[in-house]
């Protein structure tokens, strides 16, 4: 079982579409947990953290359910320019542990 | 602005071949890491550094070593390349201190080809 799971792609929706991403991991003992950002052919950039209590960045919404080990982005009035591949990503002591990424196309 | 960068973004080489990757990071950054992402399979941690003439095994130390001898500069050496190590690499920088591989800041990738 991998570290850390995430939705298969890729994500094909409309411009304005709301879209979620799910994540889950398997260690309990994980300390910390975000979603980066990777453009076609660039490196990944840290979108968010994610908190116990939820937390909400403009259109980006992350959610932490650490009894279920499961981490969800959700992006709302989706635009062209989301379009990406987002990494689930956890820490777990002083490494981070990347899920393998989920892929979104914004489409006209 | 941090600024993470790496020597090549494509490099071709030949198998059997000692291949040098290196990464510069003008933040004083502790921390450094080189990964190698690949299809299917996303970022794979291979070494790290919390610090100069320090290194630490990741996830797939296999056919690969490194080298911390100032803060700034993390070098991957392929010591004798395989076809199997072609591969995107990633090399990525964070702050000191417990927590701070929370952000990590990425250089632009080296896509390394092995003929």
């Known amino acids: 079982r991998k570290e850390v799971e995430q939705d298969p792609g890729p994500f094909n929706v409309p411009e304005g579409a709301t879209v979620a991403f799910n994540c889950t991991y398997s260690?309990?003992?994980?300390?910390?947990f975000f979603w980066y950002r990777q453009d076609c052919r660039k490196e990944p950039k840290l979108l968010m953290s994610?908190?116990?209590s939820g937390n909400e960045d403009g259109r980006f919404t992350a959610q932490l359910n650490r009894a279920s080990q499961y981490i969800s982005l959700l992006i709302r009035d989706s635009k062209l320019s989301d379009s990406a591949t987002y990494l689930c990503v956890v820490r777990e002591g002083g490494k981070l542990i990347f899920g393998q990424g989920t892929e979104l196309s914004v489409k006209p | 602005d941090v600024k993470v960068t790496q020597s090549s973004r494509y490099l071709v080489k030949r198998t059997g071949e000692k291949v040098f990757l290196e990464c510069v990071q003008d933040?004083?950054?502790?921390?450094m890491f080189w990964y190698r992402q690949d299809p299917g399979l996303g970022l794979r941690l291979i070494y790290f550094?919390?610090?100069?003439?320090?290194?630490e095994k990741g996830d797939i130390p296999e056919g690969y070593s490194v080298s911390r001898e100032k803060k700034e500069r993390f070098s991957l050496i392929l010591e004798s390349a395989s076809t199997n190590q072609t591969s995107m690499y990633l090399c990525a920088s964070s702050r000191p201190g417990q927590g701070s591989t929370d952000t990590q800041y990425f250089g632009p990738g080296t896509r390394l080809t092995v003929l």
């Open positions: 550094s919390y610090d100069v003439k320090m290194k």
């Open positions: 994610v908190y116990s």
């Open positions: 260690n309990s003992a994980s300390q910390s």
């Open positions: 933040m004083d950054h502790e921390n």
